[in-house]
Structures are given as structure tokens and as C-alpha cells.
């Protein structure tokens, strides 16, 4: 099993980033997925996820900013990130779950002017 994210980088506050997780050696569509953060000397945390049937939830502290899509023929799920904050600066991170959860080694996501 394979999971690995792309798309991170520097963006200004307020800008917009769009990160993709590929997951390969697993049935895709039926695991639920997740993007987590982990900021310096803070404990990951979970930003959003989507199950199998397309069911998301989100922090609060992204809801309205952040919206988790998945397609499953690209076996592929997304994050976008709009209006972004100096406070999302962190290692995100992509979580594929069912009976085991797998994941990718993280991109980092700096927000600086």
C-alpha cells in the first residue's frame, strides 16, 4: 500500500492551495479518507475526512475554508484550501482507513507573507 500527498508549499494569508493524496494497493473506494495536520510542537489533528459514501465532516476550525472532494476512478481524494490562515502552516497529512490505516508521509502547507 502506497499513499503519498503533493501540492503543498508556501502561499500568502488569505491565498488559496489545493493538496491531492493518490492510495494505491488498496480497494479506494471503500476506504474513507482523511486529511490530518500537524503543526511544530503540536500533536497531530484531524482537518477533514469523507467516507466511502462520500459523507464529510471538518474542524471547526476550517469548516467554510477547506473542502475535502474525492475521485475514486483517480483513486485520488483532495484538499482544497481557501482563505488560508498563518495558523494552517503544518504538515498535512493523508489518511486512508478501514480495517487498517495507512499513511502518506506528509506535504508541508506554509502560510507567510
Known amino acids: 500500500v502506497q499513499v503519498v500527498e503533493s501540492g503543498g508549499g508556501l502561499v500568502q494569508p488569505g491565498g488559496s492551495l489545493t493538496l491531492s493524496c493518490t492510495a494505491s494497493?488498496?480497494?479506494?473506494?471503500?476506504?474513507?479518507l482523511g486529511w490530518y495536520r500537524q503543526a511544530p510542537g503540536k500533536e497531530r489533528e484531524l482537518v477533514a475526512r469523507i467516507t466511502s459514501g462520500a459523507i464529510t465532516n471538518y474542524a471547526d476550525s476550517v469548516k467554510g475554508r477547506f473542502t475535502i472532494s474525492r475521485d475514486n476512478a483517480k483513486n485520488t481524494v483532495y484538499l482544497q484550501m481557501n482563505r488560508l490562515k498563518p495558523e494552517d502552516t503544518a504538515v498535512y497529512y493523508c489518511?486512508?482507513?478501514?480495517?487498517?490505516?495507512?499513511w502518506g508521509q506528509g506535504t508541508q502547507v506554509t502560510v507567510s507573507s
Open positions: 489518511n486512508a482507513y478501514l480495517f487498517s490505516k495507512y
Open positions: 494497493g488498496i480497494t479506494f473506494e471503500i476506504y474513507h
